[in-house]
């Protein structure tokens, strides 16, 4: 063998070394990288998509305090029981001097459509002056519940200048929610 063929073998050997090495190794890891590439790609764009819906999100926890806050109004405005009607109803009498005689109320037979509300008609006899009665009457109008005045009968003497109490009869219709899931029963 002479000088020329060991050349010509060397440089086979190493082109075959390195065909081997590129089989073996680089295209292998070329791949890898390719789909590790693609795969942060994936990755990106997803987390794009994420962030799009965080913000998307911060707009929803804004509604939703929103919606909670008139909810709340509304449960202060539409209760779901008579006795908080009752409550403040005794506490503004107090606050005024109305001496209550007699509260009764009953939840109406005939209810409005839809079934959204419930009424409740409240019957008040009570003994005051008529400045007090003015301003309790006020107070009632006042009051967060939805209550509305649907009658007045005022009886007795004239108020506070003889000592004698003026009697009143206050007629009242409260509004209340129905719980969850109630329907009007007929």
């Not at 890891?29 to 987390?47: P, V």
């Not at 909810?71 to 202060?76: D, G, K, N, T, V």
């Not at 409740?120 to 209550?147: H, Q």
């Amino acid at each position: 063998m002479n000088y020329t063929h060991k050349a010509l073998l060397a440089i086979l050997g190493i082109f075959a070394f390195l065909a081997v090495f590129v089989l073996a190794f680089y295209l292998p890891e070329s791949n890898r990288l390719d789909r590790l590439r693609q795969r942060g790609e994936e990755l990106k764009r997803t987390l794009e998509e994420l962030q799009v819906k965080g913000r998307n999100l911060t707009k929803v926890r804004l509604q939703v305090s929103g919606m909670q806050e008139k909810l709340s109004r509304l449960e202060e405005q539409y209760p779901r029981s008579i006795e908080s009607v009752y409550s403040s109803l005794n506490e503004a009498s107090r606050r005024h001097r109305i001496t209550i005689l007699n509260m009764r109320a009953a939840e109406l037979k005939e209810q409005p459509e839809p079934d959204i509300v419930r009424l409740w008609e409240i019957s008040i006899e009570g003994k005051s002056a008529y400045n007090d009665l003015g301003e309790f009457l006020a107070e009632i109008a006042r009051l967060p519940v939805l209550v509305t005045i649907s009658g007045l009968h005022l009886e007795g003497g004239p108020g506070e200048e003889d000592g004698e109490p003026l009697e009143s009869f206050i007629g009242l219709t409260a509004y209340l929610s129905r719980e969850d899931g109630e329907t009007q029963t007929e």
